[in-house]
């Protein structure tokens, strides 16, 4: 199974910030690769598919990057409602794997 | 707008079985490769199980293999999960998503004596 790792494990950070956090998998994966975000107590949502193509919904202050094992998630400005878990999870190969998650707190 | 509403959970006992069911509505559910993923209290993200769009190819976490069983009914816009044998370690919240990109709110599912 492919391996997926997380970097920090959580980060404290203040409003307005600038946020990266950085997932790697044990094996080439392309670009396909998402990020998620979950809110306490909340479903995951979808923020980036393709290592980085954001989301319809999602701002323009959430860039993702990386290709083959390295990656990384850029939250800039960070706001409020940005405090939450992230985890990336690859669909490269089967079975997919997620990240173990960074928490990002205040 | 995209719905997907899981239902089923619930507090049961080891070795007893269980079926998780999703009703899916505003994206083309009959054409749409549908996944479950949990989550054990306080922990991470577990990816599940897939099927395609006729339910004519599966895909299983290797630790549930056996136990668990993918299917669908595109008539009904439904997903489900089989789950036997119920053990301890199943106890989570199931998610059910469309492509991974749209995801319910869960069902919880507690297995204890």
């Known amino acids: 199974d492919i391996q997926m790792t997380q970097s920090p494990s959580s980060l404290s950070a203040s409003v307005g910030d600038t946020v990266t956090i950085t997932c790697r998998a044990s094996?080439?994966?392309?670009?396909?690769l998402c990020w998620y975000q979950q809110r306490a107590g909340k479903a995951p949502k979808a923020l980036i598919y393709?290592?980085?193509k954001l989301q319809s919904w999602v701002p323009s202050r959430f860039s993702g990057s990386g290709f083959g094992t390295e990656f990384t998630l850029t939250i800039s400005s960070l706001q409020p409602e940005d405090f939450a878990t992230y985890y990336c999870?690859?669909?490269?190969?089967?079975?997919?794997?997620f990240g173990p998650g960074t928490k990002v707190e205040i | 707008e995209v719905q997907l509403v899981e239902s089923g959970g619930g507090l049961v006992q080891p070795g007893e079985s269980l079926r998780l069911s999703c009703a899916a509505s505003?994206?083309?559910?009959?054409?749409?490769?549908m996944d479950w993923v949990r989550q054990a209290p306080g922990k991470g993200l577990e990816w599940v199980a897939n099927?395609?769009?006729?339910?004519?190819?599966?895909y299983f976490l290797g630790s549930v293999k056996g136990r668990f069983t993918i299917s669908r009914d595109n008539a009904k816009n439904s997903l489900y999960l089989q789950i036997n044998n119920l053990r301890a370690e199943d106890t989570a919240i199931y998610y059910c998503?469309?492509?991974?990109?749209?995801w319910g709110q869960g069902t919880l599912l507690t297995v204890s004596a």
């Open positions: 998503a469309w492509a991974l990109n749209y």
């Open positions: 505003g994206f083309p559910f009959q054409y749409s490769w």
């Open positions: 099927i395609n769009q006729d339910g004519s190819e599966k």
């Open positions: 094996q080439g994966i392309r670009s396909d």
């Open positions: 393709a290592a980085s």
């Open positions: 999870l690859q669909y490269n190969y089967y079975p997919r794997t």
